[in-house]
Antibody
């Protein structure tokens, strides 16, 4: 079945970096964009950026420019989101989710989420 | 950026009654070349990722009960639950996918009265 499986929870100190993975299965990896969305505790959904798994091009929300890097490995159908210079406000659940390359559309499949805690 | 605003922030409805959630975008999300509204609705229950309910403003995702419906065009949209069930208690988000950044609304918390 179609699924996105994310890496496990992380605890990081302020100033450190975190790299979260999202492994896709059950569909053609390069036919769908991958987005990253985060959710701070008790808060709403925040779009972080998008990667095209086919060519690797990315587009990040301005808020995260310079701190976020999204990459992919087509050999393992995995995308990665690395966030640097972590601060307490980055404590959140991070989700990967997909939408089709052929036409911008809504996000039909989501990963289970990865909790990232930033604490000294 | 296209900013999404939902109303109300929270809503309490009796079982079997209608629930209505509104969403307004700061710019039109109607793409004139295909006449599609790039607007989706998601449901999120505690401890779970969001679930897609409605896309293209009014198309129900496969498996979503028909008591959920979406309407609207341009900048004003509505999610309606025709007869509230206990399992519908959740937070609901609208989202535009017309352009990046693909912002979400702030969410509407739906509870049972």
């Amino acid at each position: 079945q179609v699924q996105l499986v994310q890496s496990g929870a992380e605890v990081k100190k302020p100033g450190a970096s975190v790299k979260v993975s999202c492994k896709a299965s059950g569909y053609t990896f390069t036919n769908y964009y991958m987005h990253w969305v985060r959710q701070a505790p008790g808060q709403g959904l925040e779009w972080m950026g998008i990667i095209n798994p086919s060519g690797g091009s990315t587009n990040y929300a301005q808020k995260f420019q310079g701190r976020v890097t999204m990459t992919r490995d087509t050999s393992t159908s995995t995308v990665y989101m690395e966030l640097s210079s972590l601060r307490s406000e980055d404590t959140a659940v991070y989700y990967c989710t997909r939408d089709p390359l052929y036409e911008s559309s809504a996000y039909d499949i989501w990963g289970q989420g990865t909790m990232v805690t930033v604490s000294s | 950026d296209i900013v999404m605003t939902q109303s109300p922030d929270s809503l309490a409805v009796s079982l079997g009654e209608r629930a209505t959630i509104n969403c307004t975008s700061s710019q039109s999300v109607l793409y004139s070349s295909n006449n599609k509204n790039y607007l989706a609705w998601y449901q999120q229950k505690p401890g779970q990722p969001p679930k897609l309910l409605i896309y293209w403003a009014s198309t129900r995702e496969s498996g979503v009960p028909d008591r959920f419906s979406g309407s609207g065009s341009g900048t004003d949209f509505t999610l309606t639950i025709s007869s509230l069930q206990a399992e519908d208690v959740a937070v609901y988000y609208c989202q535009q996918y017309y352009s990046t950044p693909q912002w979400f609304g702030q969410g509407t918390k739906l509870e049972i009265k």
